[in-house]
Structure formats: C-alpha cells, structure tokens
C-alpha cells in the first residue's frame, strides 16, 4: 500500500526543506524529495516535524491528575505523593485501565507524541493476586494503544521488593509483584499481546535498584538480549542516601560499577548525578530518560542537562505521570529547569545562532527513538512515517522559518499550534482532534465517574 504525503515546509534530518513529498509503504517512510510539485491529492499539511517519542508513560497515573495538589498533614514529598497514587491504583479493574490508557494515548497524539514506552508494573488484580491471563493488563495496555493508533514500546517491569536490600513490599506494591517465573510468564503473555499490534516493540523494566535485589537485576538481564531495558534511578535525594548507607555507592555508581549499561538503557530521571556519573552515563550511549513536567510536579530536583549535553550525552522525554500531556510543554520545561538553576538563557543550546527549541527537539527525537528502539528517528527513509504538522498560520508561526518553528511551538504556542498527527502514514488527528475523541474521551469520562464513586 503505496501512500503519498506533501508538506510546504518540513525538518529533515539535513534541515528544513520546502514542498516536501514523502512516499510511504506500509507506514514506512519510501522516498523523500524537496523542492517537489503538490500530487493530485494536494497538500497535507503546513509545517512537518518528525513525530516525538514520549519514553517513559504510566498510564494509569494520568487519572489521578490533579488529585494530589492538597496539602497533607505533614510536609508532602514524592513519597506522600506515591502513598496517594498507590490508593488510587488499588480502585482500578481491568477496563478502567484500558479506558484510562487509550485516553492518555490519544492526548500524547493530539499532544505531539507518536511513541511511547508505556512502563507498565501494574499487573495483578486489586487484592494483588495474579489475573488469569498474567498479562491481562499488558493487554489492556495495547489494545488502547491499538484504539489510538500511537505506536507503543512495551516494558513490563520486575518488581520485587519495598526498598534496598530487598526490603519485603509492602500492601501498597501488592499489585506489582513477581518471582523471576511469574515475570518470565508475563512477558511472554506481552509478546504474544504485542503480535496483534503492528510496528509494537517489547522491552523490559527492572523497576528500580529499590525494587529489584542485585541477583535478580542479573537474571533478568541474563535472559534478555534484544532489545530495551529501562530503569527508574537516582531520582530523589533520599533514594541516592538509601542506596549509599545499603551498599557505600550512588545509585549509578552502583548500577556502572555491576552491570554492563550500553546503548538498550534508557536511565530514567537520572536526575541526582555526580560529575563522574555524568560522564559515565554520557559516554555509555545508554539515554537518559528525563521527565520534566512530572520532575517539577515531584519536586525532585534538576538533572545536569549542560554539562551532560557538552559530552554528547543523549537523552529524550517522557510524559510519566501524565498530569499534563505535552510534547512542547516536556521541553520547554527541560530549558526552563535549567535557567532557573543557572540564572541564564537559551542553556541547552549549544553554539552560536543555534535554536533551543531546535536542538531540544532533535536531541528528543533521537534519544526517544533509541531508547524505545522504533523507527522513528526522522524524516527519512526506511522510518516509519510519524508527523506532527504545525499550522502556519498560527499567530506564533505565521512569519516564522527553519527552526523559529520549533522555537515558536516549544515556548510560546505549545500544542495549540498542531493541526495533523500521522502515525506510519495514517492521519490520527486532524484540527488538533483525534479522530476517535469523542468515544474514547466519552468512555474515559465515565470510568472516572465511576472509579470516584468507589
Ligand atoms: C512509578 N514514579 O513507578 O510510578 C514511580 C513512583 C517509585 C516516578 N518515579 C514509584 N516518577 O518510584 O517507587
Ligand atoms: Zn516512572
């Protein structure tokens, strides 16, 4: 199936080009040509960017938006946050998190996302006994990413414990856990899940070096050679101080100095690093997994994006939490964690006359697409045709060129600006709407009714 898409200006890998035609075979990028003549068809759009991976999602997470900004009786910290969260997730059956996601996709789409890694630990049901099928919810999880047409890397995660030193779980983590056998299991039922799914991508996620003892890390990695592994790390203070009084290292240190971390690792938050952890994690190849609106909303801290860039460290976005769904929004909060910390501009920018929003974005682009290992890494041949079109004639674009676009999408117009979404040469939102929105909005609407009543 030979589709054929034309844009009046477009990002390719060598810059912007103008009247771009792009050929596409079953969702793959064909050929590309500028300087092209519109196709009978006529234009599809205005403004062509590659499509952004979000690499680090939890779902679930998005229906608790706005449910944790009260102040509770003691001072509130990422851990009251997470004892909320683990409330919430305890509500949740299997349709509720299926509704619950397919909404969450639809907004990455309509919010200028066409990927996502979806770290998926909520696995057995509400008493914490496993499912029938043990990836009942894996499942749920790709038919919504089915439903919305977002292209999904999934990784079921390995939890076992409630802390360093393979601390038992506790009530709250009842949901999430498994023997090394049950996780085998469950990602097989993943794999075949995914067979139904076309372009889906498995990986998998030891949780975190709080989650997993030493001796299952090693197991887990044993037996799995093909593809993406994510952790959690390093992402509050109090984490790093655990890690040390439990083994004399930093969470990174700990992890470089036990594992061999390459270019399948997605190190996600990464947030509290050293000068030589930077400069490990940069020259390993390995993607920081950074999430700044959800980083900021947990008060986490601020990860060393400048020193970080400076050894050609890669590094994409991710929505996690999903309390607000932005492609733009992810990096112009990246930029502005980092003139908050160094009293200066334009710090991810690297020379001269470059655009921040230029290079933010095409930093995103590749660390996601590596990180998730999809095909989505540009506007070129043999990858999959993912687009998000910006309107021209949106009041923060209309005189821009070349990267003023991108600047104008990330700091001022945000997700306002996208009119077209493709996915692998199919249209998914067109006026910034999903073309499913009513229905999947409608059903998402009446789970949290419901699920507020419980
Ligand atoms: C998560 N989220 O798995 O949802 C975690 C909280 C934890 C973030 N780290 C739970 N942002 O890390 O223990
Ligand atoms: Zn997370």
């Not at 009786?73 to 409330?87: A, E, H, I, T």
């Not at 769904?325 to 334009?346: D, F, T, V």
């Not at 077209?420 to 009446?446: F, P, S």
Request: with cysteine; net charge negative.
């Amino acid at each position: 199936m030979a589709d054929t898409l034309f844009f009046t200006r477009a990002l390719l890998p060598e810059g912007w080009a103008d009247n771009v035609l792009l050929t596409c075979e079953h969702g793959v990028i064909h050929s590309v040509r500028h300087d092209a003549p519109p196709p009978p068809a006529g234009i599809s759009g205005a403004v062509a960017l590659p499509g952004l991976a979000s690499l680090h999602s939890h779902t679930f997470q998005r229906a608790m938006a706005g449910l944790a900004e009260t102040r509770g009786p003691s001072s509130d910290s990422f851990w009251s946050w997470r004892q909320v969260m683990y409330r919430f997730l305890g509500l949740l059956d299997p349709e509720d998190v299926e509704a619950i996601a397919a909404f969450a996709f639809m907004e990455m789409l309509e919010a200028g996302f066409t990927a996502v890694g979806e770290f998926h630990y909520l696995h057995h049901d509400r008493t914490g006994n496993p499912y029938a099928d043990r990836a009942e919810l894996a499942g749920r999880i790709v038919a919504a990413a089915g439903t919305s047409g977002i292209g999904l890397t999934l990784l079921p995660v390995f939890y076992a414990h409630g802390g360093f030193g393979a601390v038992p779980a506790h009530e709250g983590q009842r949901r999430f856990l498994n023997d090394l056998d049950g996780f085998q299991r469950l990602v097989e039922g993943a794999r075949t899940a995914l067979l139904a799914l076309p372009g889906a991508r498995l990986g998998i996620a030891p949780h975190s070096l709080r989650a997993v003892a030493p001796d299952e890390l090693q197991a887990l990695l044993a037996a799995w050679s093909e593809g993406p592994v994510h952790i959690h790390i390093a992402e509050q203070v109090k984490e790093v101080e655990d890690c040390i009084a439990w083994s004399g290292r930093r969470p990174v240190e700990w992890l470089f100095d036990h594992v061999a971390v390459d270019d399948r690792w997605c190190l996600v938050h990464a947030t509290h690093l050293n000068e030589a952890e930077t400069r490990h994690l940069a020259e390993s190849g390995a993607v920081a997994g950074l999430c700044p609106i959800t980083e900021a909303n947990l008060g986490d801290g601020t990860f060393r994006l400048a020193e970080y860039m400076a050894r050609g460290g890669r590094f994409g976005v991710g929505t996690d939490s999903n309390v607000e769904i932005s492609a733009p929004g992810e990096l112009r909060q990246l930029e502005y964690s980092q003139r908050l910390a160094h009293r200066a501009r334009n710090v991810s920018a690297m020379a001269e006359g470059d655009s921040t929003g230029g290079t933010l974005y095409r930093a995103a682009l590749a660390g996601g697409a590596q990180a998730l290992a999809q095909p989505v890494a540009g506007l070129q041949v043999g990858q999959r045709a993912d687009i998000v079109c910006l309107a021209a004639d949106h009041p923060d674009l209309v005189a821009a060129t070349a990267d003023r676009h991108v600047d104008g999408y990330v700091f001022c117009a945000g997700r306002a600006a996208i009119d077209q979404v493709y996915v692998g040469g199919t249209r998914l939102v067109e006026g910034g709407r999903h073309r499913g929105h009513a229905a999947i909005a409608n059903r998402y609407k009446d789970t949290i009714r419901k699920l507020a009543g419980r």
